[in-house]
């Protein structure tokens, strides 16, 4: 079943090229993203209850460096709604310096048929010498259980020969006392890009706190992932 719904989903990301060569014409402020991937792990939780679903992103980006954009993908939390995830995003985006990169982002987190679990989250990332990342996120409403919640991550990325990058990452997630034990996430992996499309294998998993928090959800697995975009 899964290999049947990946092979799919990679028939809808083909079927977009026509469309993707024409668009690289000429620039544009506007970009767009279709991905599939073998599981949506976030934070190192599956979403998607370990099944393949598809994704997709649009941005708007102005001169100025503001930038506003949907993305959305399939999840599986069990039986009934959500199926969905809709996010929507407006951020903006600078160079402190030559090497400094700066980024800050409100994230909505909608769901489809389970407005309940609906929250916003402030998103910053920092990019230094554009191969390492510090991301801190923050909400107040956490799931939309009303609880504090905070997640800091850092990131490497170093080139390899034949255009491949190894991708590192590690980030905690800390959580009021009273709504859940804090956790770590990691990740390993390779990726490459050919023009328009891209490719990314990676290991990921969480600590003993995440395991006894998600269960099989948060086990150490691979991840799949290809797109097509520009």
Known sequence: MKSFKLAASLAVLLSAAPFAAFAQEEES???????????????????SDEEPTLQAGFTYTSPSGFYAGVWGSGVDFGPG????????????????????NFDVMINRYTYPGASELNFNELITTTTFAENYSLTVAYTNDFGGADAKAWYVAGGASFGLPNEFSL?????????????????????VGLSRSWGLFSASLAYVGTDGNGRDLFGDLADDRVVLSLSIGQ
Do not use: C, H, K
Not at 82 to 96: K, L, W
């Open 29 to 47: 402020p506007f970009s767009w993203e279709v991905t599939a991937v073998s599981d949506y792990v976030w934070r190192g939780v599956s979403q």
């Open 81 to 100: 709604d959500p199926n969905a995830e809709v996010d929507g995003f407006i951020g903006y985006n600078t160079d402190f310096s030559d090497s400094v």
């Open 167 to 187: 991708d590192l990452g590690v980030g905690r997630s800390l959580f009021d006392d009273d709504y859940s034990e804090d956790y770590t996430d990691w990740s």
